[in-house]
C-alpha cells in the first residue's frame, strides 16, 4: 500500500518563475492539504482539496493555487516565484468524515530553492 | 485562526523523562495532534486527544485540557533514536494547525 507520494523532490528555480508540484494520497484518501514549511519552522497551511474543491485556505496569496483531479491526486502551483517561497512544501492526505478530517498522511515533501 | 506556542529546544539525557507542553487558543477546536519530524524527513503521527485526559501509547503519553487550552507529550526511557522536532498540532472543521516545534537533543 504506497503512501503519499510527491514530486519533485528537490528542484532550484529563479525569481519570477513558475513552478508546479504534484501528490499523490495515500490509497482510501479522499482529501489533500498542502503545507509550506520553512526551515526551523513548523508546517504552515496553504490549502485543502475536497471532491476537486479548495475547501480551506490560509494566509497565503493567490500566487500559490492547486487543483485536484478525479483520481484524488493534486498539484500545488505557485506563480511568480519568490526567494521567500525557498521551503519544502509538504502534501498530506487524509479520508474527510463529517465536518472534520482524519489523521493527516504526509508525503517526504519537495523542497524548493528560488535564486 | 489558531495560536499554537510550544518551547523550541528541549535537552534530556538518554533513559530520562521529557515533558513538552503546548498551549493553544482557537475556536472550533476539534482535536490535537502530535507529530515526530526527523531532520530532513515528513512529520509522522504519534498521538490524537480530542478528550480531556491521557492518552498512552508504549513510551509516548499525551494529555489534554480542553478549558486550559493545554497539552503535552511525554517521552520516557529516551532513547538516541527520539533526538528529532516534535510538532503539536491543533484541528479545527477542516484544517490542521501547527506550532513552531519543539527540538528535542537527546544525550547519551
Known amino acids: 500500500d504506497a503512501g503519499v507520494t510527491q514530486s519533485p523532490t528537490h528542484l532550484i528555480k529563479t525569481r519570477g518563475q513558475q513552478v508546479t508540484l504534484r501528490c499523490s494520497p495515500k490509497s482510501g484518501h479522499d482529501t489533500v492539504s498542502w503545507y509550506q514549511q520553512a526551515l526551523g519552522q513548523g508546517p504552515q497551511f496553504i490549502f485543502q482539496?475536497?471532491?476537486?474543491?479548495?475547501?480551506q485556505r490560509g494566509n497565503f496569496p493567490d500566487r500559490f493555487s492547486g487543483h485536484q483531479f478525479p483520481n484524488y491526486s493534486s498539484e500545488l502551483n505557485v506563480n511568480a516565484l519568490l526567494l521567500g517561497d525557498s521551503a519544502l512544501y509538504l502534501c498530506a492526505s487524509s479520508l474527510k468524515s463529517g465536518r472534520s478530517t482524519g489523521e493527516l498522511f504526509f508525503g517526504e515533501g519537495s523542497r524548493l530553492t528560488v535564486l | 485562526g489558531q495560536n499554537i506556542d510550544q518551547p523550541t529546544e528541549m535537552t534530556a539525557t538518554e533513559g530520562a523523562i521529557v515533558q513538552i507542553n503546548c498551549t493553544y487558543q482557537t475556536s472550533g477546536f476539534n482535536g490535537l495532534f502530535w507529530y515526530q519530524q526527523h531532520a530532513g524527513e515528513a512529520p509522522t503521527f504519534l498521538s490524537y486527544n480530542v478528550l480531556d485526559g491521557l492518552e498512552e501509547k508504549g513510551r509516548f503519553s499525551s494529555f489534554l485540557s480542553r478549558s486550559k487550552g493545554y497539552s503535552y507529550l511525554l517521552l520516557k526511557e529516551l532513547q538516541m533514536k527520539d533526538s528529532a522536532s516534535y510538532l503539536c498540532?491543533?484541528?479545527?472543521?477542516?484544517?490542521?494547525?501547527f506550532g513552531a516545534g519543539t527540538t528535542v537533543t537527546v544525550r547519551a
Open positions: 482539496y475536497y471532491e476537486e474543491e479548495e475547501r
Open positions: 498540532a491543533v484541528r479545527a472543521d477542516y484544517k490542521l494547525s
